[in-house]
């Protein structure tokens, strides 16, 4: 025993590696894909370039934009559903398989509906989500405003009554 086998088998070899998963196990990394994988979770954990996101008011605006388009959707497709109820209806008894076809149809719209409807409610909610956001937000920074004006109107009070002039303040 010469001690190199205690090394492990990605420290000292006496061949080449037989694959890129050995190369990679190389203490210097050998290069290629584990170098790239390393940058790719630099940037997933905020060492690459932050890229900026929409404002509240432009994805409220998208969100709004989204649900009108929906709306027209779900408009149509029950437009579509008495369409299909009405032909069903009016082939009845007299054409089963144009009536059957007719209902199949009705059934698929009201498919695409029911997930219209739950896309819209989704819509919905994260648009309200991003509305109160924004009024927390803001109310949190008035706060703000607030506590440091009281801040400064207690330096004053206390000031004033030690007898300081705003000089003699400064210099304390």
């Excluded at 006496?14 to 890129?20: A, I, T, Y």
Aim: proline share 3%.
């Amino acid at each position: 025993e010469d001690g190199l086998g205690k090394a492990g088998p990605c420290v000292m070899r006496h061949h080449p590696p037989r694959s890129k998963a050995e190369v990679w196990r190389t203490p210097r990394g050998g290069g290629g894909r584990g170098e790239l994988a390393m940058s790719g979770l630099g940037r997933l954990f905020g060492k690459g370039k932050k890229e900026k996101g929409p404002t509240p008011e432009e994805a409220i605006q998208k969100l709004k934009e989204t649900e009108k388009i929906l709306i027209k959707k779900q408009e149509f497709l029950e437009q579509k559903i008495q369409q299909e109820l009405q032909t069903a209806k009016k082939y009845g008894t007299k054409n089963k398989r144009a009536a059957l076809q007719a209902l199949r149809r009705k059934k698929r719209f009201e498919q695409q509906l029911a997930q219209t409807d739950g896309t819209l409610s989704t819509l919905e909610f994260q648009r309200e989500a991003i509305e109160n956001a924004t009024t927390n937000a803001e109310v949190l920074r008035t706060m703000e405003l607030a506590a440091q004006s009281m801040k400064k109107a207690y330096q004053d009070i206390f000031f004033r009554c030690l007898g300081h002039s705003r000089e003699e303040r400064c210099l304390l």
